[in-house]
């Protein structure tokens, strides 16, 4: 990929090259100009503008795909972010097979945007900053390892002291508030994979 | 010239038991990790067992799994029904496209059930 760092290198590099190819040229005076209209001299001319025109698209073109490429990703990132939204919502009812059904479809969009950042090459720090999984994987783990909806339900179904019973309730209160945090870590770090590559886009 | 056939038995939860996989127990819920060991995937490694195959099973395919199923599942056949992790480790083998991280996970679940089971097994 060339940013445009190093496209300012390359044509810097082109100007010191071809005026050091120049200097002998004017130094000798090998070539002299002469302003003639001659066929060949029209055909050059003719042959040299359409290769710069030429060029200037064919570079536009390449340009153009590596921006919509990066504008898909984008997309893309806000779709795992509109997946956690969802997710959230599945945590009011409970029911496992729905929670672990949202963070499969995240999971399956987080791999996917890593597949996509490495296809298009991007360097390894921005592929790392949008890897999901693991947080994903741990806040299935919280969510339904113990979900805290069954353990709310079987403790007010069963008799216990209410010492017991508080030390549930507040366990149960304590699993949500991780959840909350790893959700909110995890939201935060799509965020910054989206300025990362956004940032990417703007070099 | 000698031919070895290497028969290999084939499990997909997402045709053969459910593709929206569900909690640890039959009393939570559909489609439990407890009725899928019992009635799915313990009789596929009995069979296993006594044909002396492979049974490989596929986990893609399905909505997703709750951690509490796949312990259940896998775990279970060490804790609850007593089966060797050695003996399961050279019939089962998984399989994911989806999700190539749950096989660490099965595998690290059925680890700790054979912990569990061997300070059982001592006990007694």
Same mark, same amino acid.
């Given at each position: 990929?060339?940013?445009?760092?190093?496209?300012?290198?390359?044509?810097?590099?082109?100007?010191?090259?071809?005026?050091?190819?120049?200097?002998?040229?004017?130094?000798?005076?090998?070539?002299?100009?002469?302003?003639?209209?001659?066929?060949?001299?029209?055909?050059?001319?003719?042959?040299?503008?359409?290769?710069?025109?030429?060029?200037?698209?064919?570079?536009?073109?390449?340009?153009?795909?590596?921006?919509?490429?990066?504008?898909?990703?984008?997309?893309?990132?806000?779709?795992?972010?509109?997946?956690?939204?969802?997710?959230?919502?599945?945590?009011?009812?409970?029911?496992?097979?729905?929670?672990?059904?949202?963070?499969?479809?995240?999971?399956?969009?987080?791999?996917?945007?890593?597949?996509?950042?490495?296809?298009?090459?991007?360097?390894?720090?921005?592929?790392?900053?949008?890897?999901?999984?693991?947080?994903?994987?741990?806040?299935?783990?919280?969510?339904?390892?113990?979900?805290?909806?069954?353990?709310?339900?079987?403790?007010?179904?069963?008799?216990?002291?209410?010492?017991?019973?508080?030390?549930?309730?507040?366990?149960?209160?304590?699993?949500?508030?991780?959840?909350?945090?790893?959700?909110?870590?995890?939201?935060?770090?799509?965020?910054?994979?989206?300025?990362?590559?956004?940032?990417?886009?703007?070099? | 010239?000698?031919?070895?056939?290497?028969?290999?038995?084939?499990?997909?939860?997402?045709?053969?038991?459910?593709?929206?996989?569900?909690?640890?127990?039959?009393?939570?819920?559909?489609?439990?990790?407890?009725?899928?060991?019992?009635?799915?995937?313990?009789?596929?490694?009995?069979?296993?067992?006594?044909?002396? =195959?492979? *049974?490989?099973?596929? +986990?893609?395919? %399905? #909505?997703?799994?709750?951690?509490?199923? @796949?312990? &259940?599942?896998?775990?279970?056949?060490?804790?609850?029904?007593?089966?060797?992790? =050695?003996? *399961?480790?050279?019939? +089962?083998?998984? %399989? #994911?496209?989806?999700?190539?991280?749950? @096989?660490? &996970?099965?595998?690290?679940?059925?680890?700790?059930?054979?912990?569990?089971?061997?300070?059982?097994?001592?006990?007694?």
């Amino acid at each position: 990929m060339i940013t445009k760092f190093w496209s300012f290198v390359l044509f810097a590099a082109g100007v010191i090259v071809g005026f050091l190819i120049a200097l002998p040229v004017i130094f000798f005076g090998t070539f002299t100009y002469k302003a003639e209209f001659t066929t060949g001299n029209i055909t050059q001319a003719c042959a040299t503008i359409l290769t710069g025109i030429f060029v200037a698209a064919y570079v536009q073109r390449i340009v153009q795909a590596d921006r919509k490429e990066k504008d898909i990703l984008l997309r893309h990132f806000d779709s795992i972010l509109a997946g956690l939204e969802e997710f959230d919502e599945t945590r009011v009812n409970g029911v496992v097979t729905e929670m672990s059904a949202s963070l499969k479809r995240v999971k399956l969009a987080s791999i996917a945007a890593v597949e996509i950042l490495v296809h298009l090459k991007y360097p390894g720090d921005v592929i790392e900053q949008a890897r999901f999984e693991q947080f994903i994987n741990e806040i299935n783990d919280l969510v339904t390892g113990t979900p805290v909806k069954a353990i709310e339900e079987h403790v007010s179904k069963v008799k216990m002291s209410a010492v017991v019973k508080d030390g549930i309730s507040s366990l149960t209160s304590e699993l949500k508030l991780l959840v909350d945090m790893k959700l909110q870590q995890l939201k935060i770090r799509v965020f910054k994979a989206q300025v990362v590559v956004n940032k990417s886009l703007s070099n | 010239m000698t031919t070895i056939i290497f028969l290999m038995l084939f499990l997909k939860i997402a045709s053969d038991f459910t593709t929206a996989p569900g909690p640890r127990h039959i009393s939570e819920g559909k489609f439990s990790g407890e009725l899928f060991r019992r009635d799915v995937l313990l009789p596929m490694v009995r069979k296993a067992q006594s044909a002396n =195959e492979v *049974l490989t099973v596929d +986990l893609d395919g %399905t #909505s997703g799994y709750a951690t509490s199923f @796949l312990e &259940e599942s896998f775990g279970g056949l060490i804790r609850e029904d007593d089966l060797p992790l =050695e003996s *399961l480790n050279s019939i +089962l083998k998984f %399989t #994911s496209n989806e999700e190539p991280d749950l @096989l660490a &996970e099965i595998h690290h679940y059925m680890k700790e059930a054979e912990t569990e089971r061997k300070k059982r097994v001592g006990k007694k």
